[in-house]
């Protein structure tokens, strides 16, 4: 480096020398500088590229004559002498949330968007993400292109045999910038990271980012059922959503308190504050162009109120009278009859993707001895099991059947931890996923017992991830920091982690918002409370390793990016 240093204030001598009058030697002694500053870095190793630059910090395509003019010293070459160099120091990795896998830097300006320069794609399949992104940059969306123009954005199809479907590669040289995927939704990724490199420090390193997340479940799930969000609030969490790579959204839209979206086969038990089909259309769509499924939850046999509230025949009684708070009786065929109707409906409202058909908290299975208090329960089970039928045979038995309806439209299923029973000799369903929440439940099994017999789990720790309004029982509002320096996918009950073994079968996780006291925060303060535990949880998502960063960094990154 001192050698370096030395000539650097050896042109800076020649330089003044040429001010005080020795314009004919300017050219030759410029270049010779330049020459020698170049052999010198390049020699010693001191990790800076040198770049021919344009004024706007892009990679010059024809280097300047400064000296045009000047008298040509003898036996001078007739090509123009080189222009103007800039050193750039090696590019750091981008600073994103979640943050990248993997960074190859390079020496370089890196990229910045700039008035005129385009977004252009090399297949018709990405022409949304080309449109978003291009938006939000201001940008020119191009559409498919073969040319390439400094400044240019990229989308390209493309990756290796057998990559995920998720992963990306973006690239920043030359003053370009391409993204390829294997999908559009990898691709889609690869411009939220763009997207907030740009945001955060105005410009998108030099190099190579290769990215990919570690699960394929990242969700947010919203109870509307308790408490009724606007359209235009739903649609905004997409958006945030997307442009933090989360890739699922659930909606819990019947409980007890309500039934929050219109139904053409069953309006009457539709709540008078709902979403109408054609909101939920939208709000469908503009997850679709995320990349987001939407999930939706009709939860049975329990968490019913709202219907029965239309369909009081239905109400579950005990032998003595009164009735199971949400509970259906599930010895009567009707109540079969119209839970399907809805399931079937809704089938083609949404995604034909997941679907969660919920199967918790059954009222009678909270108790010691279900039979003898619902003996009617305990006798349509010998009915349908033979003589030794159990209250939770015929339960499982109801989910089994509601999972034969939605399987029959396509779906993946899922259903709460505590709607597989133990006690059961009928199996659940071998495709049901389980929807891990609590250990706090009567006979609720740890979750080695699901991971052990095969079972794929998605993690909802109430522990970690459950916002729940008001914070009754013993629920506090999770905290940003507490996820993003304790939680990973495989802590699924309480703070202990799974052995890693079960890795693989632990499908990703959701933060889930529940509205059990729907009036103690509004949806404004709804969205800045999960602000932080969202990007907490998509950081852990994406990379369940420890944070390069710390809380109070990862929280100034967000503040910056969004």
Not at 112 to 132: M, N, S, Y
């Amino acid at each position: 480096m001192r050698q370096h240093e030395q000539r650097e204030q050896h042109g800076q001598h020649r330089r003044h020398r040429h001010r005080r009058g020795a314009p004919a030697r300017t050219a030759t002694r410029r270049r010779a500088v330049v020459a020698a500053a170049f052999a010198a870095t390049v020699g010693i190793g001191v990790g800076i590229g040198v770049w021919a630059s344009a004024d706007d910090g892009r990679p010059a395509r024809a280097a300047r004559d400064d000296s045009a003019g000047a008298p040509r010293p003898a036996g001078a070459t007739t090509d123009p002498p080189p222009g103007p160099t800039r050193s750039y120091p090696l590019s750091r990795a981008p600073r994103t949330i979640p943050a990248v896998r993997s960074h190859t830097p390079a020496h370089g300006p890196g990229w910045r968007p700039a008035r005129g320069d385009r977004v252009v794609v090399a297949d018709p399949a990405l022409a949304d993400e080309g449109r978003l992104i291009a938006s939000e940059l201001g940008l020119t969306y191009a559409g498919e292109k073969n040319d390439a123009r400094p400044g240019d954005v990229r989308l390209a199809l493309g990756g290796g045999r057998g990559a995920n479907r998720e992963s990306y590669t973006l690239t920043v040289r030359g003053g370009r910038v391409t993204i390829t995927g294997p999908s559009d939704a990898g691709v889609f990724y690869g411009t939220r990271t763009l997207k907030q490199e740009v945001r955060g420090g105005g410009t998108a390193p030099e190099g190579v980012v290769r990215d990919e997340p570690a699960k394929p479940v990242r969700g947010l799930m919203l109870d509307i059922a308790r408490k009724p969000f606007t359209a235009g609030w739903i649609e905004d969490r997409v958006r945030e959503l997307g442009d933090l790579k989360f890739n699922e959204l659930g909606l819990h839209f019947s409980d007890d308190q309500g039934f929050r979206i219109e139904s053409s086969t069953h309006p009457e038990v539709v709540s008078a504050n709902h979403l109408t089909k054609a909101q939920v259309r939208r709000i469908v769509a503009l997850a679709a162009s995320r990349h987001i499924t939407v999930v939706p939850e009709i939860d049975s046999p329990g968490h019913l109120g709202a219907v029965l509230a239309a369909h009081p025949d239905l109400q579950l009684r005990s032998a003595s009278g009164p009735a199971a708070r949400g509970a259906v009786d599930i010895s009567k065929g009707k109540a079969a009859t119209v839970v399907d109707d809805l399931l079937k409906e809704y089938a083609g409202l949404f995604a034909p993707r997941a679907w969660h058909l919920g199967g918790d908290e059954y009222r009678p299975l909270t108790l010691s001895d279900p039979a003898a208090t619902y003996p009617q329960l305990a006798a349509a089970a010998r009915r349908k099991y033979g003589s030794g039928g159990t209250v939770a045979d015929l339960t499982t038995g109801w989910l089994n059947d509601r999972a034969r309806t939605v399987r029959a439209v396509g779906r993946t299923l899922r259903a709460w931890n505590d709607g597989f029973y133990r006690s059961s000799s009928v199996p659940p369903a071998k495709d049901l996923q389980v929807a891990y929440w609590t250990g706090k439940e009567i006979g609720a099994r740890q979750p080695v017992e699901y991971l052990a017999a095969g079972r794929k789990v998605v993690n909802y720790n109430d522990e970690y991830l459950y916002y729940v309004l008001g914070q009754p029982q013993t629920f506090v509002y999770p905290t940003g920091q507490r996820i993003y320096e304790q939680w990973t996918p495989r802590v699924l009950r309480g703070s202990q982690a799974v052995p890693a073994r079960y890795d693989g079968q632990i499908l990703g996780g959701s933060l889930a918002v529940w509205c059990d006291l729907a009036g103690a925060q509004t949806q404004d303060q709804v969205a800045a409370g999960i602000r932080m535990p969202l990007r907490a949880t998509i950081q852990k998502l994406w990379d369940p390793r420890r944070p390069g960063m710390t809380w109070a960094q990862f929280r100034g990154l967000a503040d910056k990016v969004g």
